[in-house]
């Protein structure tokens, strides 16, 4: 006999990255953390090993009168001054379309309650094969299908089988939701470029003359981007989305700001009709009400903060680990394209991926921690977190990697 619902999967959660970066922890206490190479963590850390919190940002969260963090918002889509400069930050002006913001916790929620309001149970959410996992779960807990398209056609991104897998979840439902994580894909580090996404509206539009069309753009770390304003510059292809597209772009304050416990993100809203916008914030309105009831008023406090008195300080001081990044990733690919380590193409971001089969990641998988590398096992591929990893780690890494890949 089982207390919860019957159409809840009850498989306990089979979580990839905590349960590696548990062994990972145990291997440094046992033989000292020089000796091991921990590229499981997914969050910014500096070169001391220890997580990145940005000064800029508590340094204003501390000091917040306390009644400003105790209180609660000022309402169930987040406080109107957040909104506005979610607007503005997220989008960086590139955007002419009638619009509005809900306030989340985190990416996570943003993208979670897309998901909801979007899909009836039973319908198809379309999902890159290559993916952060957390999506899976949401579909399931909505009883939801999925349909992949492939992320890659060599180096770019699969235009043919987004096209194909759209067109035959068209068949069946008469919506599709679909998810494109970029730029800085997790797990890939792939960005789409400027003409692959005047493409993907293409393809959108086409579909939207038959059924109606939600994109959800994942964009947990446009701000580790290395182009920065330049980046947000392809969020432009969505002015020329028909009357029956609706852009939900998800923003994370987790990884811009450096707050993941904070739980701050957004659900930015873009249809070519302020009406259409007005109707799903309606709705996510209720649903915010119904599950979160408000977003930290703190975090939302502290974003306004910082974009109002210090944009300048907090920009340069990201811009340094934006840097670090870039340094870490380059030492990385540089040295797997010299000894032949294969990857996806990676452009930017916190994680770069080895691509192989199934087969040969789950034994590479065991290999790799036998010798005291820990990653992160994705769908075809393994992830190696420069993000968390010092450069000093990631020298030698990819020659390293590879003597082992040639023993599996
Ligand atoms: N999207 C992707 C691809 C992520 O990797 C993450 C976090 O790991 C998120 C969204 C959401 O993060 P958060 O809910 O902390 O904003």
């Known amino acids: 006999m089982s207390f919860l619902k019957e159409s809840v999967n009850r498989q306990p959660l089979a979580d990839a990255v905590f349960a590696i970066a548990a062994k990972a922890k145990e291997d440094k206490e046992l033989n000292g953390p020089e000796h091991v190479v921990d590229a499981t963590i997914g969050s910014l850390y500096g070169e001391d090993g220890k997580l990145v919190a940005l000064d800029t940002v508590y340094d204003s969260l501390k000091n917040m009168d306390n009644r400003v963090l105790a ?12 909104k506005e ?14 619009h509005d913001v809900v306030a989340t916790p985190g990416g996570t ?16 959410i379309i999902l890159p094969n290559i993916a ?8 399931q807990m909505d009883n939801l299908n999925i349909e992949t398209y492939e992320m890659f056609d060599g180096d770019a991104f ?7 897998v759209c067109e035959k979840v068209m068949v069946r439902q008469n919506k599709l939701v679909i998810v494109i994580n970029s730029p800085c894909h997790n797990p890939t580090g792939y960005s789409l470029t400027d003409e692959e996404w005047a493409k993907v509206v293409e393809i959108m539009n086409e579909c939207a003359k038959s059924v109606s069309v939600v994109l959800i753009n994942d964009v947990a770390y446009i701000d580790f981007a ?11 292809a969505f002015d020329k989305i ?28 873009l249809a070519q009709q302020q009406k259409t916008i007005d109707e799903i914030v309606t709705v996510f309105a209720k649903d915010a009400r119904a599950t979160w009831s408000n977003i930290n008023n703190g975090a939302m406090a502290m974003f306004v903060d ?18 670090l990044l870039q340094k870490r990733s380059s030492t990385f690919i540089k040295e797997a394209d010299e000894v032949g380590l294969s990857h996806y193409p990676y452009k930017e971001g916190f994680f770069v991926t080895l691509n192989m089969d199934n087969k040969t990641r789950d034994a590479y998988h065991e290999a790799l921690m036998a010798n005291h590398i820990y990653t992160v096992k994705v769908n075809q591929g393994i992830r190696v977190a420069v993000c968390s990893l010092p450069v000093s780690q990631c020298q030698g890494l990819a020659a390293k990697m590879k003597k082992i890949l040639d023993t599996v």
């Open 71 to 82: 209180k609660y918002a000022s309402s169930f889509t987040g406080n109107p001054d957040f």
């Open 306 to 323: 910082v974009l109002d008195n210090k944009p300048e300080e907090y920009n340069a001081e990201r811009q340094k680990y934006v840097d």
């Open 132 to 139: 952060w996992g957390s999506y899976k779960l949401m579909a």
């Open 158 to 164: 699969n235009l043919k089988s987004f096209k194909e």
């Open 226 to 236: 290395y182009g920065q304003k330049a980046a947000k510059k392809y969020f432009r």
């Open 242 to 269: 028909s009357d029956n597209v609706v852009v939900e772009v998800a923003y994370s304050l987790s990884k811009s700001m450096t707050s993941y416990g904070l739980r701050c993100g957004a659900a930015i809203l």
């Open 85 to 98: 400069h979610m607007y503005d930050w997220g989008l960086d002006g590139n955007s002419s379309l009638a």
């Open 109 to 124: 929620g943003a993208v979670a309650m897309g998901i909801d309001e979007f899909l009836e149970a039973g319908e198809t």
